[in-house]
Antibody, heavy 119, light 108 residues
Framework: EMQLVQSGAEVKKPGESLKISCEGSGYSFTNYWIAWVRQMPGKGLEWMGIIFPGDSKTKYNPSFQGQVTMSADKSISTAYLQWSSLKASDTAMYYC????????????WGQGSLVTVSS | SYELTQPPSVSVSPGQTAKITCSGDALPKQYASWYQQKPGQAPVVVIYKDNERPSGIPERFSGSSSGTTVTLTISGVQAEDEADYYCQSADSSVTYYVFGTGTKVTVL
C-alpha cells in the first residue's frame, strides 16, 4: 500500500525552530515530487512548494520562499519541512502529498501534522 | 500570482445535482483536479486531468472543462458528499501550483 506518514502534532513557542517529516512507503520515493500544503484554521488549502527527493531540487511558492525550508533524505524515504523561527501565524495543519507531474495533481496525501505556535 | 476562483458555497437536496465551478486564466493550458475534504480529514482527489476519476471514486462525480472554467458535477448527491471541495491546477510552465478558494457543499 502506498502511503505518506507524517510526524505528530507539535506545540512550540514563537521564535523556536521546528522540523516536521513525511515518510513515504509502498512506491519509489525518489521518483516523485512531494508537495507541502498549508491549511490555516478554518481556511483553504495553500500550496507551499515541492521537492524532488531524488536530487532535492525544490520549487517554492513565492509567498513561502525564505519562510520555510524543504529538504529530503532519500536513504530513509523522508521529506522534511522546517522553520528556523516560528511565528504565531505559522499555526496550521501541514500536509504532504505525492505529485503526479504528468497531470499536475496530488494523488495521495499524508494525514497531516498540526503545528501550534503560542506563547 | 495565479488564482483560481470558486463560489464559497453550494446547497443541494439529496438526489439532486450539484455543480461547482472554478475559473482561472491558465485553465485552457493546464489540467485541473478536484479534491474533497471532510472535517478533520486530509483531502482526497475525486477528479484529475479535468475529467478522470480515480479508482474507488463513485461514478456520480464527474468533471468538465470549457475555456477558462472547469466544473465538478455531483449527480444524485448523497448526505456523505457534504464536504469542502477544492479545484487545483498549475501555471502554464508548471512552476507554480495553485488551489481554488474552496466551496462548501451543504446537503439540505
Amino acid at each position: 500500500e502506498m502511503q505518506l506518514v507524517q510526524s505528530g502534532a507539535e506545540v512550540k513557542k514563537p521564535g523556536e525552530s521546528l522540523k516536521i517529516s513525511c515518510e513515504g512507503s509502498g512506491y519509489s520515493f525518489t521518483n516523485y515530487w512531494i508537495a507541502w500544503v498549508r491549511q490555516m484554521p478554518g481556511k483553504g488549502l495553500e500550496w507551499m512548494g515541492i521537492i524532488f527527493p531524488g536530487d532535492s531540487k525544490t520549487k517554492y511558492n513565492p509567498s513561502f520562499q525564505g519562510q520555510v525550508t524543504m529538504s529530503a533524505d532519500k536513504s530513509i524515504s523522508t521529506a522534511y519541512l522546517q522553520w528556523s523561527s516560528l511565528k504565531a501565524s505559522d499555526t496550521a495543519m501541514y500536509y504532504c502529498a505525492r505529485v503526479k507531474s504528468n497531470y499536475v495533481y496530488f494523488d495521495f496525501w499524508g494525514q497531516g501534522s498540526l503545528v501550534t505556535v503560542s506563547s | 500570482s495565479y488564482e483560481l476562483t470558486q463560489p464559497p458555497s453550494v446547497s443541494v437536496s439529496p438526489g439532486q445535482t450539484a455543480k461547482i465551478t472554478c475559473s482561472g486564466d491558465a485553465l485552457p493550458k493546464q489540467y485541473a483536479s478536484w479534491y474533497q475534504q471532510k472535517p478533520g480529514q486530509a483531502p482526497v482527489v475525486v477528479i484529475y486531468k479535468d475529467n478522470e476519476r480515480p479508482s474507488g471514486i463513485p461514478e456520480r462525480f464527474s468533471g468538465s472543462s470549457s475555456g477558462t472554467t472547469v466544473t465538478l458535477t455531483i449527480s444524485g448527491v448523497q448526505a456523505e458528499d457534504e464536504a469542502d471541495y477544492y479545484c487545483q491546477s498549475a501555471d502554464s510552465s508548471v512552476t507554480y501550483y495553485v488551489f481554488g478558494t474552496g466551496t462548501k457543499v451543504t446537503v439540505l
